[in-house]
């Protein structure tokens, strides 16, 4: 099933921060963070496997909230190398290895 | 990590022919994925692939429509077969190296059908 991501875009100012929300109806094993750039692959950003875990590098971190099946991405103090299309992707309890992807948020960075 | 190199990066195809697109990785894996993203949408899932046994289609898509070759733990290929235009679209190959958990993707294969 298809993770839900929020909101579908975001536009800020450089420096300001944001949140990127991604729930499922399933039991989930793990979540996953991509940032797509246009015209580029996706690029792996971080993977949350515990519940309440959270995790980070430079000003970009996220949560995963195994109870209640959810994880936020958080961008803080955004940079124009932000911009892009982020995906999250989830993986069941069933461990299957198989990741399936929300529909996307769209962020956009001005100067 | 994993590099992967995908081709062909582009084509251009006419309608009811068939095009393979090929996978290769830099290192042994056990699961190959194969992603389809089609003009402004999300990363679908077309199938995975295990070497030494028939890809896990998921589904909407089929085996007839898609075959998938997996002759060894560093190599695959997607035929997409009897295009139609609905078809144009980039198709990504990816890989989880083991013990890292880690998605990587290859850099797409951006087919358009007229």
């Known amino acids: 099933q298809q993770p839900v991501q929020s909101p579908q875009a975001v536009i800020l100012r450089e420096g300001e921060d944001a949140v990127i929300n991604c729930s499922s109806s399933?039991?989930?094993?793990?979540v996953h963070w991509y940032r797509q750039k246009h015209g580029e692959a996706p690029v792996f950003l971080m993977i949350?496997?515990?519940?309440?875990e959270q995790k980070g590098h430079d000003k970009i971190s996220a949560s995963f909230n195994e109870k209640k099946q959810q994880s936020s991405l958080y961008l803080t103090a955004s940079q124009l190398s932000y911009s892009g299309t982020y995906f999250c992707?989830?993986?069941?309890?069933?461990?299957?290895?198989?990741?399936?992807f929300g529909k996307g948020t769209r962020l956009h960075i001005l100067p | 990590s994993a590099v992967i190199s995908q081709k062909p990066s582009r084509d251009i195809c006419q309608r009811g022919t068939s095009l393979t697109i090929q996978c290769q990785v830099d290192?042994?894996?056990?699961?190959m994925f194969w992603y389809r993203q089609q003009p402004g949408q999300s990363l679908t899932l077309i199938a995975t692939a295990n070497q030494g046994s028939e890809a896990t289609y998921e589904s909407g898509f089929v085996i007839d429509k898609f075959p998938i070759s997996r002759p060894n733990l560093t190599f695959s290929t997607l035929t997409v077969s009897n295009m139609s235009p609905e078809d144009s679209s980039i198709y990504l190959c990816?890989?989880?190296?083991?013990?890292?958990?880690?998605?990587?993707f290859g850099e797409g294969s951006r087919l358009t059908v007229l």
């Open positions: 990816s890989v989880i190296p083991a013990n890292t958990g880690e998605l990587f």
């Open positions: 992707g989830t993986e069941t309890r069933s461990r299957d290895d198989k990741i399936i």
């Open positions: 399933k039991a989930l094993y793990s």
């Open positions: 949350l496997l515990k519940g309440g």
């Open positions: 290192s042994q894996v056990t699961m």
